[in-house]
Every structure is written in structure tokens, then in C-alpha cells.
């Protein structure tokens, strides 16, 4: 069984300062690990993913994120937010079946950026 | 790059009525998802499809029927529409390049928007 805790359903912080994200996951296996981003009335974009490979990930945007199996952590950061990070964040647990991908979407967390 | 094609991107209906999403995946993708976004909530699976058979079902209703033809398109039929379903609509491909317990990337489509008055 697989679950997604985002254990922030709303950050807000000030232009030009870092963003913290948190995102911890439970699975039974070793899963892949995915950062989605949502702007308003928009699709999803990827940000970035962990497919078992280098354990700090780095994504588009400036966005960062590490895989700790120890801590059961996925966390998105960046060092400097800008007024176009402010969107919806969902963190994606997803893991291989024979013939598709169980996938499970974090509730989200909304990012708000003051200037 | 191509990326995963849906129509209509906007869609209004009446209560009762019937619906029928489209969706054109990516080139050589092999597995199809369908999931719902209800306002203000995060994308809940609906159903998937591998190479053409239904491979996992989650949260979809009885009302609702989907398929994937032989060139891979997929279709998700909703009848009787309720005024809960309105919802933005994603699909989303993938193709298994992986060879461990993960999961792949799935590339998402832009989404049809619902409205049922």
C-alpha cells in the first residue's frame, strides 16, 4: 500500500526567500517519488522525479528536491522564490505493477508568494 | 515533442445528460490514466488502460464506462450526469521504461473542463 502526506496544506512566503515543501510517503516498496505543479485553471507540470537514481533531484525552475529513504521524505525546495512559483504543488507516489503504475497524489499544498 | 492531446478542453452539460471525453496519448505510449479534479481537490484516479485492456480501476462510477482503441486513443463515456461531476478531467500516458519497483513518468494532458448545470 502506498500513501502521500503533504503536511502543509498552505506556505506563504515573502518574494526572493526560500520555499520548503514537505512531502513524506509511505510504500511497501521502493517507489518513484514526483513533484507536480498546478497553476490556476492549468494542467500539470512536472517539476521533477526520483526514479531510484541520484537522491538529490533537480528539477525545472530552480526547484530541488531529495529522496531520504531514512526519513521517508521527498521535500521540494528552492532557494528563492519568485511571484510565478505561486501555484498548486502535489507530491506523487508511484509504484510498478505487471502491466501499470499505482499512482497517489498528495492533497496538495498552495504556494503563496508575497512581494 | 508531442505531447498527450484531449477534447473538448471545455465541455458544458445539462443533468442527465451524456458526455464523452477523448484523449490522444503520446506516440508509443502504451499505458492510458484517467483521473478527476473536483475544485479545490487534488486528481483522483479513475481507471487505466494497458495496451488496450484495463489494467487498474479506482474512484470511477458506475455511470461512467471508458475503453482504449487500437490506435490507443481512449475514451471516457459518462452518462447521467450530476452536478458532482463537474470537475476538470485529466488523462495522462506513460510507457514502462523502468526496471525496478517505481513508477514512470506520466506525461498529463491539458484537461477537459465539465460543467454540468
Known amino acids: 500500500a502506498q500513501s502521500v502526506t503533504q503536511l502543509d496544506s498552505h506556505v506563504s512566503v515573502s518574494e526572493g526567500t526560500p520555499v520548503l515543501l514537505r512531502c513524506n510517503y509511505s510504500?511497501?516498496?521502493?517507489?518513484?517519488l514526483f513533484w507536480y505543479v498546478q497553476h490556476p485553471n492549468k494542467g500539470l507540470q512536472l517539476l521533477l522525479k526520483y526514479t531510484s537514481a541520484a537522491t538529490l533531484v533537480k528539477g525545472i525552475n530552480g526547484f530541488e528536491a531529495e529522496f531520504k529513504k531514512s526519513e521517508t521524505s521527498f521535500h521540494l525546495t528552492k532557494p528563492s522564490a519568485h511571484m510565478s512559483d505561486a501555484a498548486e504543488y502535489f507530491c506523487v507516489v508511484s509504484g510498478r505493477k505487471t502491466s501499470y503504475d499505482k499512482v497517489i497524489f498528495g492533497p496538495g499544498t498552495s504556494l503563496s508568494v508575497i512581494p | 515533442a508531442a505531447g498527450v492531446i484531449q477534447s473538448p478542453r471545455h465541455l458544458i452539460k445539462e443533468k442527465r445528460e451524456t458526455a464523452t471525453l477523448k484523449c490522444y496519448p503520446i506516440?508509443?505510449?502504451?499505458?492510458v490514466y484517467w483521473y478527476q479534479q473536483g475544485p479545490g481537490q487534488d486528481p483522483q484516479f479513475l481507471i487505466s488502460?494497458?495496451?488496450?485492456?484495463?489494467?487498474d480501476k479506482g474512484s470511477i462510477p458506475d455511470r461512467f464506462s471508458a475503453q482504449q482503441f487500437s490506435d490507443y486513443h481512449s475514451e471516457l463515456n459518462m452518462s447521467s450526469l450530476e452536478l458532482g461531476d463537474s470537475a476538470l478531467y485529466f488523462c495522462?500516458?506513460?510507457?514502462?521504461?523502468?526496471?525496478?519497483?517505481?513508477?514512470?513518468?506520466?506525461?498529463f494532458g491539458p484537461g477537459t473542463r465539465l460543467t454540468v448545470l
Open positions: 488502460f494497458y495496451e488496450k485492456m484495463q489494467s
Open positions: 495522462a500516458s506513460s510507457f514502462n521504461t523502468l526496471q525496478g519497483e517505481g513508477g514512470n513518468e506520466q506525461f
Open positions: 510504500s511497501s516498496y521502493s517507489p518513484s
Open positions: 506516440p508509443r505510449h502504451d499505458t
